[in-house]
């Protein structure tokens, strides 16, 4: 009710942002997407919004477009992340989520793009061995063996004391 009766303001925008929240939750992702798209799009003058809000809107958006096979949305959602909050603590993670999807869907050489797009542009990520592994695994669905084989045994000597070294050991293998 607070989003629909609320004047234009941050406390509207919180609201619509905790709808969507709770849509998210509900699994109810169209509508859920929907409304952080509303706060993305109609919260432009409130600096606290865009401060704070917008780049987990965006991404929620990712995640909500992913559980509804959307994926031009999730791109689209993650190239804003990466364009207007290149520093946000959502913006290796949209990668990995798309890169992650478009792996589901049979899409390795893509997918390994977002993942070395993700290595590339955020060399500091907690997520680097994950994206390193899933690199990996894209060449492995391919078929493309001497390269798996090469890319996993990098992981392996970058990553030696990481909870994913035996999932790499056993996908070498």
Known sequence: EAAEKLAVSEDQA???????????QRQDFTNAM????????????????????????LYQIVR?????????????????????????????????????????????????ARFAELVQKF??????????LAIAQTYGQERLWPEAIAQFEKWEAKFTNHAMLPEAQFSRG
């Open 64 to 112: 909500s477009a992913i559980a509804v096979g959307n994926q031009p949305v999730a791109d689209e959602a993650a190239k804003k992340i990466l364009t207007t909050y290149t520093n946000s603590f959502y913006s290796d993670r949209s990668l990995l989520l798309v890169g992650q999807d478009l792996n589901r869907k049979s899409n390795p050489a893509e997918a390994r």
């Open 14 to 24: 919180i609201a619509r942002f905790k709808l969507a929240d709770c849509q998210f």
């Open 34 to 57: 929907a409304n952080y798209s509303m706060v993305f799009q109609n919260y432009r003058q409130f600096e606290s919004v865009t401060n704070v809000l917008w780049d987990q809107a």
């Open 123 to 132: 060399p500091n990520s907690s997520l680097l061995a994950e994206a390193g």
